[in-house]
């Protein structure tokens, strides 16, 4: 079982940055792929970006590419979102999620895709 806890989630105005951090524990997470999505009030979840287990791989929603960057840290069993440019429309809750145990490349950008999942850490960017 891998547990994920969010943090670093606030208000910000636009063209600001924001870093989030999830930190897993439970069962080392190494050779999980890992995802951000969020969730807007009266939207669908959504695929932010995602990062391969090895960390080499990463893979961007075209609403944030040049913008936000995820990374990892295998030490600290922790995964990073650093958002740079924020936009209004960046508003929502963001979850980080955990696939089963992949190969060294995949990258997961649908949801159903992610077994374990953080309680959200909400973003607000205002205009």
């Known amino acids: 079982q891998v547990q994920l806890v969010e943090s670093g989630g606030g208000l910000v105005q636009a063209g600001g940055s924001l870093r989030l951090s999830c930190a897993a524990s439970?069962?080392?997470?190494?050779?999980?792929?890992m995802g951000w999505f969020r969730q807007a009030p009266g939207k669908e979840r959504e695929f932010v970006v995602a990062i391969s287990w090895s960390g080499r791989d990463t893979f961007s929603a075209d609403s944030v590419k040049g913008r936000f960057t995820i990374s990892r840290d295998m030490a600290k069993n922790t995964v990073y979102l650093q958002m740079n440019k924020l936009e209004p429309e960046d508003t929502a809750v963001y979850y980080c999620a955990a696939s089963p145990p992949r190969d060294s490349t995949w990258l997961g950008t649908r949801a159903s895709e992610y077994n374990y999942w953080g309680q959200g850490t909400q973003v607000t960017v205002s205009s």
């Open positions: 439970g069962r080392t997470f190494i050779r999980y792929g």
